[in-house]
């Protein structure tokens, strides 16, 4: 059945491609260069995660680059390693981004149906979809920071169903992490479509937990 209407994840679907934001930016430590084995870059990943969760680190007024910055930033001090290496890191993260958003916006301007975003994300996700040119193409923006909710909790995901002004059963949810988008989005009700990419854990995947599974958003438009 056609969606009547669609709820995206930001972060790992649209800027990504469905690759995790870690594994990216491990690659991009890996290209650079950076002195440093994985299992500590994934120590410094988590540690710069949860800082700019819980302290207001990131502005609403930030764009994506300013966010790598401080991002990244947290990574190198976290690491004892040398500013040097933070503005190479960001060109290459930001050309990814990118590079990804300019695809996804291709794909969204195709889609008739309605659409919301859900994300996890720091306050700023407005600036950044301006940023790259994807406001305007969802009618509602349901960001954590913003509302209080965030996923895994399927709460987050029934008042994007409510800002469409549909039924749960009618919306298809559209994200790259089983744990975060599909299964709290199916525990919404919502159909549900996984983007899949390289995950941050090297665990299988149940992709049977997804009602479908696409390697490319262009697909949504078969």
């Known amino acids: 059945m056609t969606p009547r209407g669609y709820i995206f994840d930001y972060g790992g679907t649209l800027d990504t491609g469905g690759d995790h934001w870690g594994r990216v ?48 930033r947290l990574q190198l001090d976290y690491l004892s390693l040398p500013v040097s290496f933070l503005s190479p890191l960001v060109a ?28 996890n994300f720091y306050g700023n996700i407005h600036t950044v979809l301006s940023e790259f040119g994807l406001d305007g193409l969802f009618c509602h923006v349901v960001e954590s920071a913003v509302v209080g909710v965030r996923k895994p909790d399927p709460r987050i995901f029934t008042m994007g169903v409510e800002a469409l002004g549909l039924l749960p059963a009618e919306v298809t949810v559209v994200g790259d992490s089983i744990g975060k988008d599909i299964l709290p989005a199916a525990l919404a009700g919502c159909h549900t479509v996984w983007l899949r990419g390289r995950q941050w854990m090297d665990a299988p995947v149940d992709e049977q937990c997804a009602e479908g599974v696409i390697d490319d958003l262009s697909v949504l438009l078969e």
């Open 25 to 72: 930016i491990w690659a991009a430590y890996q290209q650079v260069d950076v002195p440093v084995s994985e299992l500590l870059f994934r120590e410094a990943y988590v540690y710069a995660e949860r800082t700019l969760g819980s302290t207001p680190v990131v502005q609403p007024h930030f764009t994506f680059r300013q966010t790598l910055e401080a991002k990244v």
């Open 92 to 119: 290459s993260l930001y050309a990814t981004a990118r590079h990804h958003t300019a695809h996804s916006r291709e794909v969204l301007q195709q889609l008739p149906q309605p659409k919301v975003l859900v994300s």
